[in-house]
């Protein structure tokens, strides 16, 4: 596990990472929890932060000094989930808003279907970034359809 740090708390997502079952999982739902918080604030302070996490993740990644992608790092999933739920920003956060953006999220940084993959082969703390931010990315633009075909869901 390692000393703790300031960079191996946040790369762990304030210790989400240290899940016994399913890290990434768990990240997820907890970034869901505190994302869907600040979009009820702001879209736009979801999307600031976002930006911050998936700059400084790299940041947190390197330093923590992790070799390669374990499965404790999650704050990868943080920025991932974020991005997704900025998907909802055209008609407001619903529960049912919410679990898509978690389901697709999940969906592709699982999944890892062309870009993803492409930037989890990277094998640096960029890449570890990277393919959560393209999965979120996606989820995203799919719920930003998905909104604008079905408006009232």
């Not at 399913?22 to 736009?44: E, Q, R």
């Not at 390669?68 to 920025?79: C, S």
């Not at 389901?103 to 970034?129: N, S």
Request: proline share 6%.
């Amino acid at each position: 596990m390692g000393p703790v740090t300031l960079a191996r708390l946040l790369a762990s997502g304030f210790g989400s990472g240290y899940a016994p079952v399913a890290p990434g999982t768990v990240g997820s739902a907890v970034a869901l929890l505190i994302g869907a918080g600040l979009f009820a604030v702001s879209p736009w302070l979801l999307a600031a932060a976002a930006a911050i996490v998936s700059v400084g993740g790299v940041w947190a990644v390197r330093a923590s000094e992790a070799k390669g992608d374990p499965g404790w790092i999650v704050i990868d999933e943080f920025a991932g989930q974020w991005i997704a739920l900025l998907g909802l920003s055209l008609g407001g956060l619903s529960l049912l808003g919410a679990a898509a953006a978690f389901a697709l999220f999940r969906l592709f940084d699982i999944w890892k279907p062309g870009p993803v993959g492409w930037a989890d082969r990277w094998h640096t703390p960029a890449g570890v970034m990277a393919d959560d931010v393209i999965a979120g990315a996606m989820a995203a633009a799919l719920l930003a359809v998905g909104r604008w075909v079905w408006p009232g869901w």
